[in-house]
Protein backbone atom coordinates (compact mmCIF):
# COMPACT_ATOMS: atom_id res chain seq x y z
CA UNK A 1 0.00 0.00 0.00
CA UNK A 2 1.94 2.85 -0.99
CA UNK A 3 1.01 6.37 -0.89
CA UNK A 4 2.48 9.94 -1.80
CA UNK A 5 3.28 11.54 1.18
CA UNK A 6 3.30 15.55 1.18
CA UNK A 7 5.21 17.01 4.59
CA UNK A 8 5.71 20.73 5.53
CA UNK A 9 9.73 21.11 4.85
CA UNK A 10 9.64 22.03 8.76
CA UNK A 11 8.37 18.38 9.30
CA UNK A 12 11.45 16.57 7.27
CA UNK A 13 13.04 14.18 9.61
CA UNK A 14 13.63 10.73 10.31
CA UNK A 15 10.66 10.22 12.02
CA UNK A 16 8.76 11.71 9.08
CA UNK A 17 9.04 8.93 6.80
CA UNK A 18 6.43 6.71 6.01
CA UNK A 19 6.40 3.05 7.12
CA UNK A 20 7.79 0.18 5.07
CA UNK A 21 4.98 -0.71 3.03
CA UNK A 22 2.69 -3.59 4.57
CA UNK A 23 1.98 -6.96 2.76
CA UNK A 24 -1.67 -7.15 1.41
CA UNK A 25 -2.66 -9.75 4.45
CA UNK A 26 -1.90 -6.85 6.50
CA UNK A 27 -5.11 -4.90 5.50
CA UNK A 28 -8.06 -7.02 6.36
CA UNK A 29 -11.06 -5.38 6.41
CA UNK A 30 -12.23 -4.02 9.90
CA UNK A 31 -9.40 -5.24 11.40
CA UNK A 32 -6.28 -3.86 12.54
CA UNK A 33 -3.06 -6.64 12.32
CA UNK A 34 0.56 -6.48 13.09
CA UNK A 35 3.10 -8.82 11.56
CA UNK A 36 3.50 -11.18 14.70
CA UNK A 37 -0.82 -12.49 13.58
CA UNK A 38 -2.20 -9.43 17.09
CA UNK A 39 -5.41 -7.80 16.17
CA UNK A 40 -4.93 -4.42 17.27
CA UNK A 41 -8.07 -2.78 18.72
CA UNK A 42 -7.48 -0.72 21.42
CA UNK A 43 -6.22 3.07 20.88
CA UNK A 44 -4.97 5.22 23.67
CA UNK A 45 -4.12 8.70 22.38
CA UNK A 46 -3.06 11.30 24.16
CA UNK A 47 -4.44 14.67 24.05
CA UNK A 48 -1.86 16.62 26.00
CA UNK A 49 1.54 16.20 27.15
CA UNK A 50 0.96 18.71 29.83
CA UNK A 51 0.89 17.50 33.57
CA UNK A 52 0.24 19.79 36.59
CA UNK A 53 1.47 16.98 38.39
CA UNK A 54 5.47 15.88 38.25
CA UNK A 55 5.40 12.51 39.67
CA UNK A 56 9.01 11.21 40.09
CA UNK A 57 8.83 7.68 38.21
CA UNK A 58 7.53 9.73 35.39
CA UNK A 59 8.51 13.67 35.05
CA UNK A 60 11.00 15.84 36.43
CA UNK A 61 10.27 19.20 37.47
CA UNK A 62 12.24 21.50 34.77
CA UNK A 63 10.82 18.66 32.12
CA UNK A 64 10.03 20.76 28.46
CA UNK A 65 6.76 20.48 27.20
CA UNK A 66 6.15 20.78 23.24
CA UNK A 67 5.90 23.99 21.40
CA UNK A 68 1.53 24.20 20.64
CA UNK A 69 1.46 24.18 17.01
CA UNK A 70 3.62 20.41 17.38
CA UNK A 71 0.39 19.50 19.19
CA UNK A 72 -3.01 17.74 16.88
CA UNK A 73 -6.05 20.34 17.30
CA UNK A 74 -9.10 18.89 18.63
CA UNK A 75 -10.30 18.25 14.35
CA UNK A 76 -6.61 16.46 13.45
CA UNK A 77 -7.47 14.15 16.90
CA UNK A 78 -10.76 13.32 15.90
CA UNK A 79 -9.86 12.47 12.17
CA UNK A 80 -7.32 9.96 13.33
CA UNK A 81 -9.71 8.14 15.68
CA UNK A 82 -12.16 8.54 12.69
CA UNK A 83 -9.74 6.76 10.80
CA UNK A 84 -9.01 4.05 13.82
CA UNK A 85 -12.36 3.01 13.92
CA UNK A 86 -12.46 2.29 10.45
CA UNK A 87 -9.91 -0.08 10.80
CA UNK A 88 -11.25 -1.73 13.61
CA UNK A 89 -10.60 0.34 16.97
CA UNK A 90 -12.96 -0.80 19.22
CA UNK A 91 -11.62 0.56 22.44
CA UNK A 92 -10.21 3.93 23.24
CA UNK A 93 -8.21 5.32 26.10
CA UNK A 94 -8.07 9.36 26.22
CA UNK A 95 -5.02 10.01 27.99
CA UNK A 96 -2.21 12.46 28.39
CA UNK A 97 -0.02 14.40 29.86
CA UNK A 98 -3.08 15.42 32.21
CA UNK A 99 -6.16 15.00 29.42
CA UNK A 100 -8.14 17.68 31.97
CA UNK A 101 -5.72 20.30 31.26
CA UNK A 102 -7.23 19.99 27.21
CA UNK A 103 -9.13 23.02 26.68
CA UNK A 104 -11.27 20.87 23.90
CA UNK A 105 -11.72 17.79 25.75
CA UNK A 106 -15.47 18.00 26.51
CA UNK A 107 -16.19 18.66 22.73
CA UNK A 108 -13.40 16.06 22.17
CA UNK A 109 -15.38 13.18 24.18
CA UNK A 110 -19.07 14.07 22.63
CA UNK A 111 -17.24 13.35 18.78
CA UNK A 112 -16.13 10.30 20.31
CA UNK A 113 -19.20 9.34 22.19
CA UNK A 114 -21.10 9.88 18.70
CA UNK A 115 -18.80 7.34 16.91
CA UNK A 116 -19.64 3.63 17.58
CA UNK A 117 -16.67 2.87 19.80
CA UNK A 118 -17.77 0.11 22.26
CA UNK A 119 -15.26 1.33 25.17
CA UNK A 120 -14.43 4.76 26.18
CA UNK A 121 -12.12 5.30 29.09
CA UNK A 122 -9.72 8.02 30.64
CA UNK A 123 -6.96 8.64 32.54
CA UNK A 124 -6.31 10.94 34.99
CA UNK A 125 -4.96 12.04 37.85
CA UNK A 126 -8.21 13.10 39.28
CA UNK A 127 -7.33 16.35 40.67
CA UNK A 128 -9.68 18.16 38.20
CA UNK A 129 -12.13 16.33 38.10
CA UNK A 130 -15.77 18.34 40.00
CA UNK A 131 -18.90 16.61 39.87
CA UNK A 132 -20.15 18.84 37.03
CA UNK A 133 -17.13 18.30 34.68
CA UNK A 134 -17.63 14.26 35.53
CA UNK A 135 -21.43 14.29 34.83
CA UNK A 136 -20.42 16.44 31.53
CA UNK A 137 -17.75 14.03 30.41
CA UNK A 138 -20.65 10.88 31.26
CA UNK A 139 -22.70 12.45 29.45
CA UNK A 140 -20.59 12.88 26.78
CA UNK A 141 -19.64 9.28 26.09
CA UNK A 142 -17.13 8.52 28.32
CA UNK A 143 -17.47 4.98 30.20
CA UNK A 144 -15.19 4.89 32.76
CA UNK A 145 -12.13 6.64 34.52
CA UNK A 146 -9.07 5.48 35.81
CA UNK A 147 -6.97 7.43 38.61
CA UNK A 148 -3.46 7.65 39.42
CA UNK A 149 -2.43 7.45 43.18
CA UNK A 150 0.74 6.15 44.77
CA UNK A 151 0.14 6.09 48.08
CA UNK A 152 -2.56 6.60 50.76
CA UNK A 153 -0.30 8.88 52.96
CA UNK A 154 -0.43 12.58 52.31
CA UNK A 155 3.80 12.96 53.15
CA UNK A 156 4.10 10.81 50.43
CA UNK A 157 1.46 11.47 47.41
CA UNK A 158 2.99 15.22 48.15
CA UNK A 159 6.71 14.08 47.57
CA UNK A 160 5.99 11.41 44.69
CA UNK A 161 3.87 14.03 42.74
CA UNK A 162 5.53 17.24 44.03
CA UNK A 163 2.34 18.43 44.49
CA UNK A 164 -0.12 19.93 47.39
CA UNK A 165 -2.15 16.86 46.53
CA UNK A 166 -3.51 14.61 48.84
CA UNK A 167 -5.40 11.28 49.58
CA UNK A 168 -8.90 12.80 49.95
CA UNK A 169 -8.92 14.46 46.99
CA UNK A 170 -8.43 10.65 45.06
CA UNK A 171 -11.09 9.79 47.41
CA UNK A 172 -13.41 13.19 46.34
CA UNK A 173 -12.81 11.75 42.79
CA UNK A 174 -13.79 8.40 43.08
CA UNK A 175 -17.25 9.27 44.89
CA UNK A 176 -17.82 11.81 42.12
CA UNK A 177 -16.68 8.85 39.40
CA UNK A 178 -19.40 6.62 41.59
CA UNK A 179 -22.00 9.05 41.61
CA UNK A 180 -21.87 10.10 37.86
CA UNK A 181 -21.57 6.20 37.09
CA UNK A 182 -18.02 6.23 35.36
CA UNK A 183 -17.06 2.75 36.31
CA UNK A 184 -15.99 0.47 37.18
CA UNK A 185 -12.94 2.90 38.43
CA UNK A 186 -9.77 1.78 38.08
CA UNK A 187 -6.68 3.32 40.35
CA UNK A 188 -3.15 2.99 39.05
CA UNK A 189 -0.06 3.08 42.31
CA UNK A 190 3.43 2.98 40.50
CA UNK A 191 4.99 0.78 43.05
CA UNK A 192 8.82 1.31 43.85
CA UNK A 193 11.48 -0.41 46.11
CA UNK A 194 11.85 2.19 49.48
CA UNK A 195 8.74 4.87 48.06
CA UNK A 196 5.72 3.46 48.66
CA UNK A 197 6.20 -0.86 48.56
CA UNK A 198 5.56 -1.20 52.43
CA UNK A 199 1.52 -0.03 51.21
CA UNK A 200 0.89 -3.04 49.23
CA UNK A 201 -1.27 -4.78 51.68
CA UNK A 202 -3.10 -1.40 52.62
CA UNK A 203 -3.88 -0.55 49.33
CA UNK A 204 -5.55 -3.38 49.03
CA UNK A 205 -7.48 -2.51 52.18
CA UNK A 206 -8.07 0.86 50.19
CA UNK A 207 -10.01 -1.09 47.29
CA UNK A 208 -11.80 -3.55 50.30
CA UNK A 209 -13.23 -0.07 51.54
CA UNK A 210 -13.73 1.73 48.32
CA UNK A 211 -15.10 -1.41 45.94
CA UNK A 212 -12.35 -0.17 43.04
CA UNK A 213 -10.18 -2.21 41.02
CA UNK A 214 -6.69 -1.33 42.33
CA UNK A 215 -3.62 -1.77 39.96
CA UNK A 216 -0.49 -2.24 41.22
CA UNK A 217 1.76 -1.30 38.24
CA UNK A 218 5.73 -2.30 38.23
CA UNK A 219 8.01 0.57 37.73
CA UNK A 220 8.52 0.68 33.83
CA UNK A 221 11.89 2.67 32.48
CA UNK A 222 9.92 5.50 31.19
CA UNK A 223 11.14 8.01 33.49
CA UNK A 224 12.31 11.58 32.40
CA UNK A 225 15.05 11.74 35.00
CA UNK A 226 16.16 8.03 33.65
CA UNK A 227 17.03 6.64 37.28
CA UNK A 228 14.89 3.81 36.50
CA UNK A 229 17.04 0.71 37.71
CA UNK A 230 15.73 -2.67 38.25
CA UNK A 231 16.46 -2.25 42.00
CA UNK A 232 13.65 -0.19 42.16
CA UNK A 233 11.59 -2.37 40.49
CA UNK A 234 8.55 -4.18 42.96
CA UNK A 235 7.83 -7.44 41.39
CA UNK A 236 4.44 -8.91 40.75
CA UNK A 237 5.35 -11.74 43.40
CA UNK A 238 6.02 -9.95 45.86
CA UNK A 239 2.99 -7.48 45.68
CA UNK A 240 0.65 -10.72 45.50
CA UNK A 241 2.50 -12.17 48.86
CA UNK A 242 2.17 -8.91 50.73
CA UNK A 243 -1.34 -9.06 49.96
CA UNK A 244 -2.34 -12.46 50.43
CA UNK A 245 -0.61 -12.30 53.98
CA UNK A 246 -3.65 -9.96 54.84
CA UNK A 247 -6.32 -11.23 52.40
CA UNK A 248 -6.44 -14.26 50.36
CA UNK A 249 -7.12 -13.13 46.49
CA UNK A 250 -8.90 -15.91 44.30
CA UNK A 251 -7.75 -15.23 40.84
CA UNK A 252 -10.74 -13.73 38.57
CA UNK A 253 -11.31 -15.44 35.24
CA UNK A 254 -9.74 -13.36 32.38
CA UNK A 255 -12.84 -11.77 30.71
CA UNK A 256 -10.90 -10.08 28.65
CA UNK A 257 -7.58 -11.96 27.12
CA UNK A 258 -6.18 -8.45 26.30
CA UNK A 259 -6.18 -7.47 29.74
CA UNK A 260 -3.09 -5.93 30.89
CA UNK A 261 -3.61 -7.05 33.87
CA UNK A 262 -3.51 -10.34 36.25
CA UNK A 263 -6.99 -9.99 38.00
CA UNK A 264 -7.77 -10.86 41.06
CA UNK A 265 -11.06 -10.66 43.72
CA UNK A 266 -10.73 -11.27 47.38
CA UNK A 267 -11.64 -14.76 48.49
CA UNK A 268 -13.64 -13.56 51.29
CA UNK A 269 -16.27 -12.07 49.07
CA UNK A 270 -15.27 -8.36 50.15
CA UNK A 271 -15.86 -5.71 47.24
CA UNK A 272 -12.74 -5.02 44.89
CA UNK A 273 -10.55 -6.00 43.01
CA UNK A 274 -6.89 -6.30 42.62
CA UNK A 275 -4.99 -6.26 39.21
CA UNK A 276 -1.28 -6.44 38.74
CA UNK A 277 0.65 -4.90 35.98
CA UNK A 278 3.96 -7.28 35.78
CA UNK A 279 5.55 -5.36 32.55
CA UNK A 280 9.16 -6.16 33.65
CA UNK A 281 8.44 -9.33 35.52
CA UNK A 282 6.10 -11.27 33.35
CA UNK A 283 5.82 -9.62 30.74
CA UNK A 284 2.34 -9.57 28.60
CA UNK A 285 3.74 -8.51 24.93
CA UNK A 286 2.02 -11.90 23.23
CA UNK A 287 -1.54 -10.52 24.26
CA UNK A 288 -1.23 -6.58 23.57
CA UNK A 289 -3.48 -5.12 21.27
CA UNK A 290 -2.88 -1.61 21.56
CA UNK A 291 -1.61 1.25 19.58
CA UNK A 292 -0.42 4.95 20.64
CA UNK A 293 -0.81 8.03 19.06
CA UNK A 294 0.76 10.63 21.09
CA UNK A 295 -0.61 14.57 21.60
CA UNK A 296 1.79 15.60 18.22
CA UNK A 297 0.57 12.83 16.13
CA UNK A 298 3.21 9.75 16.42
CA UNK A 299 2.01 7.12 16.01
CA UNK A 300 3.61 4.05 18.71
CA UNK A 301 3.10 0.72 17.71
CA UNK A 302 4.40 -0.33 20.97
CA UNK A 303 4.87 1.50 24.57
CA UNK A 304 8.62 0.94 24.17
CA UNK A 305 8.68 1.79 20.66
CA UNK A 306 12.41 3.86 19.45
CA UNK A 307 10.93 4.33 15.88
CA UNK A 308 7.63 6.03 15.15
CA UNK A 309 4.98 7.11 12.67
CA UNK A 310 4.44 10.93 12.15
CA UNK A 311 0.65 11.66 11.23
CA UNK A 312 0.77 15.00 11.49
CA UNK A 313 2.14 16.40 8.34
CA UNK A 314 -0.11 13.82 6.31
CA UNK A 315 -2.97 15.51 8.26
CA UNK A 316 -1.90 19.01 7.85
CA UNK A 317 -0.94 18.62 4.08
CA UNK A 318 -5.03 17.25 3.03
CA UNK A 319 -4.12 13.57 3.07
CA UNK A 320 -7.79 11.52 2.43
CA UNK A 321 -9.30 9.14 5.21
CA UNK A 322 -7.69 6.21 2.95
CA UNK A 323 -4.24 7.89 2.82
CA UNK A 324 -3.93 7.94 6.54
CA UNK A 325 -5.42 4.35 7.11
CA UNK A 326 -2.90 2.89 4.43
CA UNK A 327 -0.50 4.98 6.83
CA UNK A 328 -1.90 3.15 10.15
CA UNK A 329 -2.12 -0.15 8.64
CA UNK A 330 1.83 0.06 7.84
CA UNK A 331 3.16 1.50 11.29
CA UNK A 332 0.43 -1.27 13.36
CA UNK A 333 2.63 -3.80 10.83
CA UNK A 334 5.74 -2.87 12.44
CA UNK A 335 5.09 -3.38 16.25
CA UNK A 336 8.00 -5.26 17.65
CA UNK A 337 7.15 -8.77 19.18
CA UNK A 338 7.85 -7.56 22.84
CA UNK A 339 9.42 -5.14 24.90
CA UNK A 340 12.67 -5.92 25.63
CA UNK A 341 13.24 -4.63 29.11
CA UNK A 342 14.90 -7.58 30.56
CA UNK A 343 17.21 -7.84 26.82
CA UNK A 344 20.72 -7.08 27.80
CA UNK A 345 20.69 -4.33 24.81
CA UNK A 346 17.44 -2.71 25.72
CA UNK A 347 17.09 0.93 24.90
CA UNK A 348 14.75 3.48 26.61
CA UNK A 349 12.61 5.90 24.34
CA UNK A 350 13.55 9.14 24.49
CA UNK A 351 9.86 9.96 25.57
CA UNK A 352 8.57 9.58 29.10
CA UNK A 353 5.12 8.42 29.69
CA UNK A 354 4.10 11.58 29.81
CA UNK A 355 4.67 12.41 26.19
CA UNK A 356 3.87 8.73 25.18
CA UNK A 357 0.22 8.63 27.15
CA UNK A 358 -0.03 6.09 29.65
N1 LIG B 1 -1.98 12.24 34.19
C1 LIG B 1 -2.77 11.05 34.11
C2 LIG B 1 -2.62 10.23 35.37
O1 LIG B 1 -1.94 10.67 36.29
O2 LIG B 1 -3.22 9.18 35.46
C3 LIG B 1 -2.53 10.20 32.88
C4 LIG B 1 -1.14 10.06 32.36
S1 LIG B 1 -0.08 9.08 33.35
C5 LIG B 1 1.39 9.14 32.38
C6 LIG B 1 -0.74 7.47 33.06
C7 LIG B 1 -0.24 6.37 33.92
O3 LIG B 1 1.11 6.12 33.62
C8 LIG B 1 -0.33 6.64 35.39
O4 LIG B 1 -1.28 5.81 35.98
C9 LIG B 1 1.05 6.33 35.90
O5 LIG B 1 0.95 5.61 37.05
C10 LIG B 1 1.69 5.55 34.77
N2 LIG B 1 3.16 5.72 34.70
C11 LIG B 1 3.84 6.83 34.42
N3 LIG B 1 5.18 6.61 34.46
C12 LIG B 1 5.33 5.30 34.78
C13 LIG B 1 6.46 4.45 34.96
N4 LIG B 1 7.72 4.91 34.84
N5 LIG B 1 6.24 3.15 35.26
C14 LIG B 1 4.99 2.68 35.39
N6 LIG B 1 3.87 3.42 35.21
C15 LIG B 1 4.04 4.72 34.91
Known amino acids: MSIALPIFSSDIDEQSQAPPLAPAQANRPGQLFDSHGRVIHDLRLSVTDRCNYRCRYCMDPDYSYMHKMELLSLQEYLTVVRVCVNLGITKIRVTGGEPTL ?93 VNDDEIADFADFAREHDIDMRL ?101 GASDEDLAAFVVDAVWTKQKGHAINAADFVQPERTMSAIGG
Open 102 to 194: YPELLPLLEALGAMPIKDIAMTTNGSLMTHRRAQAWRQAGLHRITLSLDSLRDDRIAHITRTKSNLQSTINAIKVAQAVGLTPIKVNAVMMRG
Open 217 to 317: IEFMPLDSSRAWDRSAVVSADEMLDAINARHELAAVDRSDPHSPSLNFGFADGAPGRIGIIASVTRPFCGACSRLRVTADGKIRPCLFSLKEWDLRPLLRN
